[in-house]
């Protein structure tokens, strides 16, 4: 079992920046990838980044490239997900998940909900315009 907790979320103004973390814990961090979802009410959630085990390649959803970064220190079992110039859009509650899978492919599944087994409860990012 992996536990996973996100902290981090806020209220910011647009324009805005926040940097949110997922702490790790119950196994070896550096042999799950991750993956940060996000789900705005009504809505059904979605892939933001995704990260391998090693941090060797990252993957972003359209919508965030060029403002969110997604990073991982294994030494500290700690996932990051860097949020810059946030728009009202960004509004949501923020999932970091992990998984360590390694077939098929990272490329096959990275924006997949599915392709994840374990979830933390998640963090609310609200941006206000």
């Known amino acids: 079992q992996v536990q996973l907790v996100e902290s981090g979320g806020g209220l910011v103004q647009a324009g805005g920046s926040l940097s949110l973390s997922c702490a790790a814990s119950g196994r070896t961090f550096s042999n799950y990838a991750m993956g940060w979802f996000r789900q705005a009410p009504g809505k059904e959630r979605e892939f933001v980044a995704a990260?391998?085990?090693?941090?060797?390649?990252?993957a972003y959803a359209d919508f965030v490239k060029g403002r969110f970064t997604i990073s991982r220190d294994n030494a500290k079992n700690t996932g990051y997900l860097q949020m810059n110039s946030l728009k009202p859009e960004d509004t949501a509650l923020y999932y970091c998940?992990?998984?360590?899978?390694?077939?098929?492919?990272?490329?096959?599944?990275?924006?997949?909900?599915?392709?994840?087994?374990?979830w933390g409860q998640g963090t609310q990012v609200t941006v206000s315009s």
């Open positions: 998940s992990t998984t360590a899978r390694r077939t098929p492919s990272w490329i096959s599944w990275y924006h997949k909900p599915d392709g994840y087994d374990y």
């Open positions: 990260i391998t085990w090693s941090g060797g390649s990252t």
